[in-house]
């Protein structure tokens, strides 16, 4: 097999490299001066399993357009199969239709990526697992569930409660609940308008309790931050705050600077500049 990196997350390719005591392949990818992109493999890769890593991160259309182009050239260059490695998988939010005359994004993403020839998609915490059903390839949908329970069973919490932050995270939540064999709260979220959230009630008990806030996605915070004013509304300790994908969009990582949030855990699976985040970050890799 072979490993090559899109533009959107080389050091987790690097860190998924070394993990397998591998090189990443050579690939050029740059820009014309019109904005159109170029991408040639600098090695054959002819008969070889290629993986392509490549998170929907920002800016989404950019990394989308790159990977499609990847796979484009991996199969005009005889790949044996080409398997495309989306630990975000960006639009997944769209992936029905709230109102009429809109369309289902996600739907276009997967389409696109089978017309371009993907035969295998690897991904991580979708936002709606359902988006699986869109592919008609194989789709490993993993999680990054273990890597939180591992990280927060050593903290010890002192009578810890997992939250989701909306009807949609609870399934997940109940998980992680299970695995840290404590008790779980659901919070119930309106979206007045776009990115932007407010929480109308809590169903379970969070007084007294240090909150684990698990989240699929912190785009611009918002949600985030009215759960925690909720919890501490209620009498909640300072919050853990766990989420798979770090897409901090505009201030979110300002607003994440909040004091009744004790330490936000993310993943790698969209890449950050850790030296610019605040001390209460940790990222855990999902190599
Ligand atoms: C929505 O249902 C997702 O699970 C997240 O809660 C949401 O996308 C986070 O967005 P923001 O940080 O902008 O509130």
Redesign the pocket.
């Known amino acids: 097999f072979m490993l090559f990196s899109g533009m959107s997350n080389p050091d987790l390719t690097d860190r998924i490299a070394s993990y397998l005591g591998v090189t990443a392949g050579k690939v050029r990818i740059s820009r014309f001066k019109s904005g159109e992109i170029y991408i040639h493999y600098e090695e054959s890769i002819r008969n070889a399993d290629v993986y392509i890593v490549q998170s929907l991160s920002h800016p989404v259309n950019e990394h989308l357009m790159e990977l499609l182009f990847m796979v484009d050239a991996a199969r005009r260059a005889s790949a044996r199969s080409i398997n495309a490695v989306i630990p975000y998988f960006g639009y997944a939010?769209q992936e029905k239709k709230d109102a009429p005359r809109e369309p289902i994004s996600a739907k276009v993403v997967a389409d696109l990526l089978q017309t371009v020839g993907v035969n295998r998609v690897i991904t991580l915490d979708l936002?709606a697992p359902a988006i699986q059903g869109f592919f008609n390839i194989p789709v490993d949908h993993l999680t990054a569930l273990d890597y939180f329970t591992e990280y927060l069973k050593a903290k010890n919490l002192p009578n810890p409660v997992v939250v989701s932050?909306?009807a949609?995270?609870a399934k997940t939540a109940e998980k992680l609940a299970t695995y840290l064999d404590t008790p779980f709260a659901i919070m119930m979220k309106k979206r007045p308008a776009h990115?932007e959230?407010s929480i109308t009630h809590i169903v379970g008990e969070v007084e007294g309790h240090t909150p684990i806030v698990i989240?699929?996605?912190?785009?611009?915070?918002?949600?985030?931050i009215s759960v925690i004013e909720g919890l501490l509304e209620k009498g909640a300790d300072d919050a853990f705050v766990c989420t798979t994908h770090p897409?901090f969009?505009g201030n979110?990582v300002d607003k994440l600077n909040h004091p009744g949030i004790r330490e936000v855990v993310i993943t790698d699976s969209i890449q950050v500049d850790l030296d610019r985040l605040p001390q209460k970050f940790h990222v855990l890799s999902v190599a």
């Not at 989240?215 to 985030?224: K, N, S």
């Open positions: 939010r936002h932050p909306d949609g995270r990115n959230a989240e699929d996605i912190i785009d611009t915070g918002g949600t985030i897409v969009s979110a």
